[in-house]
């Protein structure tokens, strides 16, 4: 599906998997659209409607560039479709004062497809029609039959959080079904060796309860609403002002979401999946255990609860690979990964020019994000953008090296919450191998 008009063009990519004419309910439907030319005013939404009713607008994200192609992203969500539903829809970018389709082909929905309560998949050797709705095959990944899970044991339940209780009890979303090469399920490698420092626990700090509060306060904190004790704060612990420092300290970059006082903002400034996906990045160069399950795990949860888990496997497994060109990276997330792991390495080697380049593409997300953000509040954003990008990217340098060296171990059975059974329930098995190829038996 091709249209052209004031020297634009757009299309639906051609090659990729599409919904077809039916499409199972409860799955979001993501539509890629290509424009030319390329140029970072750009604007994309995608128009639907369902069964002739009123029409709805999503606003499609940037996502890359491909030769003279420039890529976006649209979700139609999930929540707005039932089982028997009719969804039209069509793809407009506008450029200032520029529009393709036209504004008379833009009254008329191109393409189509309907909801129902079950779907047969086709198999891998059905070749695409270039003439129908193109969708990610990510979003093909997430109509898949679920796959059944293990009960949780009785005795374990009460020592797991009942949110991921409910979490693990259901099929993972956005999972690649497993194949010879992808199992069911991978176990996580176990490491030589033992922790050097053990993890002090509660009731062995004795400050009248002031250290015992910290690791209180991180372990609500860092279980995100659930009551998680880590074996970073009770190794930390062993230096109480440490502890008691570390949860401020560590969520005013890693956690905090866009927050403001006296109209300045005050921490938030990148968005926490990016974040997730530098630290994985950080902790899979440096081969650092603790640091890569860890966060595995968070990402996930991360992904999931911005309804982006079908760019949970895109971003994450290929992380630890020298060559990223091959994959699916936007400009901005290669840029970033780049810069994560020169700062790992080598931070001398970071360029100008290479600043630069983050700085462009940082303006033209904040652009997309704000349409309205002036030129001086774009530049001070972006200013605190890559202040917060590498204070990140060099805490978890120092972070993991710590884990490294103290060989500070995953929550197993003997621990108040078993992580190693929620790491194993929840993370995809394509990223558990992959993390079990890179560790391998290091801490």
């Known amino acids: 599906m091709r249209f052209e008009h004031e020297g634009m063009a757009l299309w639906f990519e051609p090659g990729a998997e599409a919904p077809g004419e039916a499409i199972q309910v409860g799955t979001d439907v993501v539509i890629m659209v290509g424009v030319q030319p390329v140029d970072a005013r750009n604007r994309v939404e995608v128009r639907y409607r369902v069964n002739q009713g009123p029409t709805e607008k999503v606003v499609a994200d940037p996502v890359r560039h491909r030769g003279t192609g420039q890529y976006f992203r649209a979700r139609l969500p999930a929540s707005a479709f039932r089982a028997g539903d009719l969804v039209e829809y069509l793809a407009v ?17 191109a393409a189509s497809f309907q909801l129902v309560a079950t779907e047969a998949i086709p198999g891998p050797g059905r070749p695409p029609n270039p003439q129908r709705p193109a969708v990610t095959p990510r979003a093909a990944a997430l109509r ?13 339940q009460a020592s797991i959080p009942q949110a991921r209780l409910r979490r693990t009890s259901e099929a993972p979303i956005g999972r690649i079904p497993p194949t010879r090469e992808n199992p069911l399920k991978v176990e996580p490698n176990k490491p030589k060796g033992e922790c050097r420092i053990p993890p002090l626990a509660t009731g062995a700090v004795k400050d009248k309860g002031v ?3 910290a690791i209180a306060h991180a372990s609500w904190t860092w279980g995100q609403g659930d009551y998680f004790p880590s074996n970073l704060i009770k190794t930390m612990a062993h230096c109480p002002r440490l502890a008691q420092t570390e949860v401020d300290y560590a969520n005013s970059f890693i956690f905090d979401e866009e927050s403001y006082l006296n109209g300045v903002q005050q921490a938030g400034f990148v968005d926490r999946c990016l974040k997730e996906m530098l630290i994985v990045c950080v902790a899979l160069t440096n081969r650092c255990r603790y640091t890569t399950t860890h966060h595995s795990y968070i990402a996930h949860i991360t992904f999931e609860h911005a309804r982006r888990l079908d760019d949970y496997l895109r971003i994450f497994l290929h992380l630890h690979e020298e060559d990223l060109t091959p994959y699916d990276y936007t400009p901005l997330e290669y840029e970033l990964i ?6 790992c390495r080598d931070p001398h080697t970071i360029t100008y020019d290479e600043v630069r380049r983050i700085r462009k593409l940082l303006g033209d997300y904040n652009l997309h994000q704000k349409p309205g953000l002036t030129n001086e509040a774009n530049d001070q954003l972006i200013n605190s953008q890559l202040v917060e990008i590498t204070w990140l990217i060099s805490h978890f340098c120092l972070l993991t090296r710590w884990f490294t060296v103290l060989q500070v171990e995953d929550e197993g059975e003997e ?13 995809p098995p394509e990223i558990i191998e992959r993390n079990n190829d890179v560790l391998g038996d290091s801490f």
């Open 144 to 156: 898949e039959p679920s796959r059944p899970r293990a009960p949780v044991p009785e005795p374990l």
């Open 211 to 213: 250290t015992a509060s």
């Open 93 to 109: 970018c506008r450029c200032v004062t520029r529009q393709v389709p036209s504004h008379n082909e833009a009254e008329r929905f």
């Open 415 to 427: 621990a108040e919450v078993n992580f190693l059974k929620l790491y194993a329930e929840q993370v």
């Open 338 to 343: 780049s810069y994560a792991k020169k700062i």
